[in-house]
């Protein structure tokens, strides 16, 4: 299969067509009945010969040129519905049957019920301008109305999300006006599979009532089902502790699908190069050292502890908190008695065997350096984050 994707150098058009890519070159593997050979990126510096080889050629179309920041309001029906004409044109010049994707917006469906702009009036004429091609063509025309969109675009643009988090991760100042204000948000990956969906015939169709999607199997229309309806509090309250994770060590709740999971990922693509590094506090002494990576909040916490040769460090048992400790490199000997029964066990552990031992709770339990010369270096995780207050720690010889 041969695609051509128009505006491929917006946000949507450069996800599109490297994920397009890693199926060309079997990277990405989760869709095996896909099979892409060509792909044609057609931009706004792109010449007209292009666009003849590429129409004739494609068997699957994607248009997502269009305009929404234009220095004239003009512009919008140039961009939105006009190159539409063009393109549609050179593929009925060529005789293609290529099905069509359309880029539109919520905003086409605001016409004539809630309120006017020259930007939902553009959206609208592409609509109904591909709609007429597919029927007068017999060619499958997909149009989606997508809502706001959340991936890494030019902040101060046109997306209060990339603004959000530009301004945030490079702390630059930035202006909530209403933290009240309610938005839908279709995530930059979830609508990529969406197009897979749709180059697969898999696509989810609609209509609308008012701006709702209302699923219909013979939908006039199609639309990709995961969005978020967050508020610009919510948004900015996440980025705040996002920002703040450096310092407090602190991973703030990211259940996986959730919106916070995915704005964390988007946040992190605006941090500059020079924070992608950040120190740990090292709490150092005789024997070695103890740092803390990271604390969840509901997951416990993750820390190394380095041993000098021939060191023994622990010698205390917890009454309810448990631990795993991983040998990553060196030699140990990790004891553990249970304080009620006196039974004792004892493993020999290394960083040429990676392995995993439970501290459980009511035993006590330390760790040797076998060493007379090389540091152990252990991987600590513990099932809740210290709390100075309640420790739940006491010392106990093994």
């Not at 293609?96 to 809630?114: D, E, T």
């Not at 204000?181 to 979830?190: A, F, R």
């Not at 400790?325 to 290394?350: L, P, Q």
């Amino acid at each position: 299969m041969n695609i051509l994707v128009t505006g491929a150098k917006g946000m949507v058009g450069k996800a599109l067509v490297e994920n397009l890519k890693n199926v060309r070159d079997n990277k990405y593997r989760i869709r095996p009945e896909l099979r892409i050979k060509g792909i044609y990126e057609y931009d706004i510096d792109s010449t007209d010969a292009e666009l003849d080889d590429y129409c004739q050629k494609a068997d699957f179309v994607f248009n997502l040129a269009g305009v929404n920041r234009p220095k004239d309001n003009a512009e919008f029906m140039q961009g939105n519905c006009g190159f539409g004409e063009k393109l549609l044109g050179t593929l009925k010049k060529y005789g293609s049957k290529a099905p069509v994707m359309l880029s539109s917006s919520i905003q086409a469906s605001l016409i004539g019920r809630y309120g006017e702009s020259d930007y939902g009036k553009s959206k609208l004429a592409g609509e109904e301008l591909f709609f007429r091609y597919g029927e007068e063509n017999g060619v499958k025309v997909a149009v989606y109305r997508f809502p706001n969109l959340m991936g890494h675009s030019r902040p101060n643009y046109n997306s209060a999300v990339s603004t959000f988090c530009n301004a945030v991760a490079n702390d630059l100042p930035f202006t909530v006006n209403d933290r009240s204000s309610v938005v839908e948000l279709l995530y930059i990956d979830d609508l990529i599979e969406g197009m897979f969906d749709l180059l697969e015939g898999r696509e989810k169709r609609c209509d609308y009532d008012g701006l709702t999607p209302v699923e219909k199997d013979d939908g006039k229309f199609c639309y990709v089902p995961l969005t978020y309806t967050v508020t610009l509090g919510e948004i900015v309250d996440l980025l705040e502790q996002f920002k703040a994770q450096h310092k407090t060590q602190m991973m703030p709740s990211i259940p996986d699908g959730s919106f916070a999971k995915k704005l964390y990922s988007l946040y992190l693509t605006y941090l500059p190069p020079t924070q992608f590094k950040y120190p740990l506090k090292m709490n150092s002494d005789h024997r070695g050292s103890f740092t803390t990576v990271l604390k969840t909040l509901d997951h416990g916490q993750f820390s190394v502890n380095i041993s000098k040769p021939g060191v023994t460090k622990g010698q205390h048992w917890h009454n309810s908190k448990w631990e795993l400790f991983i040998v990553v490199a060196g030699r140990a000997r990790i004891e553990e008695r249970n304080i009620y029964t006196k039974e004792k066990v004892v493993f020999e552990v290394s960083g040429a065997k990676i392995e995993a031992v439970h501290m459980i709770p009511g035993w006590a339990h330390n760790i040797i350096n076998l060493s007379d010369c090389e540091p152990l270096v252990t991987l600590m995780w513990a099932n809740e984050v210290f709390d100075s207050g309640y420790p739940d720690t006491f010392h106990e010889p093994v």
